[in-house]
């Protein structure tokens, strides 16, 4: 439990919370009371209607899914969750010297341009820079689904959060438990991993470098998403929908019968071809012996029909596997 510096309400708090967000006056503030002001927000521009409308419509374009998802889908859970996300802005510069591979090439094949018969691969000192600003994002929660954690946020379009907005759609704005100073910390060294990437990218070895990194504006930002539930049949499929953008973040979905049945079938046809494969090399099922009525020496294909055989079942077993799950889908970027 906490107490609100600026309202006096109490409200709850978990463990590891250290910046908290009042839920009556939506007053961002740390745990000593000071109020943090960087504080914003991306606005809402799916309600839970669009999220629904948009999430169904993107399903019953997947792979398989049921003609009649969206008509038959009943929503049973519907929340929006505001996530808080610490955004940094870095601007590094990393002077670099370093050894980079480099080739000869000695007398080119007359016949084949651009292959040579000689080629001597040595190490070269090379030098150079690199300055970049980046934008760091950093969840502000641990414990959060890796999805939502990457999902891409139009961090151009925030504005002051507002406490009256997320209250419009009984959103759930969370605490953060990574403080101002901890994100900055975490953005420096993110921003330091960028810049060795890069390095990297022209020189093998690094020998020595020098690192400039200023950690800027760091500002908080909540991010609402639409965590839903639906029914079909009667089983339950979990979905979450960026609340700004309608961006299915991830979805399951069922999958038709037809489309079940068929991946079945196929599935089973190939275990028992693999598991006939298996039996032939093993000469416990020998055709050729039952066809002729001789005798055969040992069999140059035991290891070949075995291996393919062995493949051919694990196969049709995913697919029937695969068949009988429902899937998780997300939206590519
Ligand atoms: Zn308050």
């Not at 521009?45 to 999430?55: K, P």
């Not at 416990?284 to 039952?290: H, K, T, V």
């Not at 066809?291 to 290891?303: C, I």
Request: aromatic share 12%; net charge neutral.
């Amino acid at each position: 439990m906490a107490k609100c510096a600026f309202c006096d309400a109490n409200f709850e708090t978990g463990p590891g919370d250290v910046l908290l967000i009042c839920p009556y006056c939506g007053t961002a503030q740390t745990t000593e009371g000071i109020k943090f002001k960087d504080h914003y927000m991306i606005r809402v521009h799916f309600d839970q209607h669009q999220a629904q409308t948009t999430l169904l419509d993107w399903v019953s374009k997947q792979l398989g899914a049921p003609q009649d998802l969206p008509v038959a889908a009943q929503f049973i859970e519907y929340q929006q969750v505001w996530y808080p996300f610490w955004i940094s802005r870095v601007d590094a510069r990393t002077d670099y010297h370093g050894m980079g591979r480099d080739a000869n090439f000695y007398n080119e094949w007359p016949q084949r341009p651009g292959a040579y018969k000689r080629i001597d691969f040595f190490w070269k000192p090379e030098s150079g820079q690199f300055t970049r600003r980046h934008e760091i994002n950093i969840a502000g929660v641990k414990d959060i689904d890796s999805d939502i954690r990457n999902h891409p946020i139009p961090t151009r379009a925030k504005e002051y959060f507002s406490h009256a907005h997320a209250e419009e759609f009984d959103g759930k704005v969370l605490h953060s438990n990574i403080s101002e100073e901890q994100a900055r910390v975490t953005a420096r060294q993110i921003a330091f991993d960028r810049q060795t990437r890069l390095v990297l990218q022209e020189v093998s070895k690094i020998e020595s470098r020098n690192d400039d990194i200023d950690v800027g504006e760091t500002y908080l930002v909540h991010v609402p998403v639409w965590e839903l539930a639906y029914r079909y049949g009667n089983k339950k499929y979990k979905a979450s929908v960026s609340a700004p953008t309608g961006y299915v973040i991830e979805s399951q979905y069922p999958r038709s019968m037809s489309f079940r049945a068929g991946g079945i079938g196929i599935g089973l046809i190939m275990l028992l071809l693999g598991i006939g494969l298996i039996l032939i090399a093993f000469n416990i099922f020998d055709l050729r012996a039952l066809l002729s009525g001789l005798t055969l020496g040992p069999d140059t294909l035991v290891g070949g029909g075995a291996v393919s055989g062995g493949l051919l079942s694990i196969l049709g077993l995913i697919l029937i596997y695969k068949a009988a799950s429902g899937k998780e889908a997300k939206e590519k970027v």
